[in-house]
């Protein structure tokens, strides 16, 4: 699991409460970043990470997404970034689709969230279009520090328990 999508699980399970199963293999060399359950409301969500730093390919694009041009290397970072490659790849590949359905996640009944360094303008119709919600990963930084901040839980998890030194040498 990338470091990444251990910050966005820390987040969805200690700030958001969420349940959550990370990395979850599929059919044809695909995976689920991460799945997740609200107990409170029962929502489901399917999440996948998308984390560049910032530079040219940071910011999730409207550009076409091309199954040829993902097998070059040369052009596949910027086909990694592109929304219809989460839309097409990542949350309607057979075997993802197979797998979801595996644990309960029918197709129109969760929320597919992407989770970014940010996104060109025109992105976030798109996604609205494709039914998916975009969370920004910097927005997700500032929400842990705050709430690490206001506890004097220990926590044992590395990555959350690394946050909350950073959130506590930053605030003092």
């Excluded at 820390?10 to 959550?20: D, E, L, S």
């Excluded at 409170?40 to 997404?65: D, N």
């Excluded at 644990?103 to 940010?118: A, D």
């Excluded at 920004?136 to 690490?148: S, V």
Aim: with cysteine; proline share 5%.
């Amino acid at each position: 699991m990338e470091t990444t999508e251990k910050v966005v699980e820390a987040y969805v399970r200690y700030v958001k409460g969420w349940a959550t199963i990370p990395n979850i293999k599929c059919p044809g060399q695909y995976e689920i970043d991460i799945l997740a359950i609200d107990p409170k409301s029962c929502g489901k969500y399917h999440i996948e990470c998308g984390i560049s730093l910032p530079g040219p390919f940071a910011k999730l694009t409207a550009k076409p997404y091309d199954k040829e041009l993902i097998k070059v290397k040369r052009y596949q970072a910027a086909q990694r970034r592109t929304l219809g490659y989460f839309a097409q790849r990542k949350f309607n590949s057979p075997g993802v689709v197979e797998t979801l359905a595996g644990y309960g996640f029918e197709p129109g009944e969760y929320q597919k969230i992407i989770v970014s360094w940010g996104w060109a303008s025109v992105v976030e119709d798109e996604a609205t279009a494709e039914g998916i919600e975009l969370w920004h990963f910097a927005d997700i930084l500032m929400e842990i520090a705050e709430t690490l901040k206001k506890t004097k839980v220990y926590f044992t998890d590395d990555t959350l328990r690394t946050l909350q030194l950073f959130s506590i040498a930053k605030n003092g």
